[in-house]
């Protein structure tokens, strides 16, 4: 049994700053890489950022210069802070996070960040 729980989304100004964190609880259950994707409206679910339990992270380019990831292995959290944010990085949040064992994926239920202009 896995659940995630996400928090931080919300509305922001342009340039402004937001810190988005999604903690794994599970019995039976190793955590593997955990990461974001993002959905604007009618656009696909892309990628934003993923981190494995070394710490190693990955990110897309829109938004290596301006994010970070990271994670806290002891409570199984994984945060995204966001900096200069732009309205194109407006749309619903996902937290996305593996199994170390089995390599299956788990989705948190998103979470909203509009950012105006």
């Known amino acids: 049994q896995v659940q995630l729980e996400e928090s931080g989304g919300g509305l922001v100004q342009a340039g402004g700053s937001l810190r988005l964190s999604c903690a794994a609880s599970?019995?039976?259950?190793?955590?593997?890489?955990m990461g974001w994707y993002r959905q604007a409206p009618g656009k696909q679910r892309e990628l934003v950022a993923t981190?494995?339990?070394?710490?190693?992270?990955v990110y897309a380019d829109s938004v290596k210069a301006r994010f970070v990831i990271s994670r806290d292995n002891a409570k199984n959290v994984v945060y995204l802070q966001m900096n200069s944010l732009n309205p194109e990085d407006s749309g619903v949040y996902y937290c996305?996070?593996?199994?170390?064992?089995?390599?299956?994926?788990?989705w948190g239920q998103g979470t909203q960040v509009t950012v105006s202009s």
């Open positions: 996305k996070v593996f199994s170390q064992r089995t390599g299956a994926p788990y």
């Open positions: 599970a019995s039976n259950f190793v955590v593997g890489p």
């Open positions: 981190i494995n339990s070394g710490g190693s992270a």
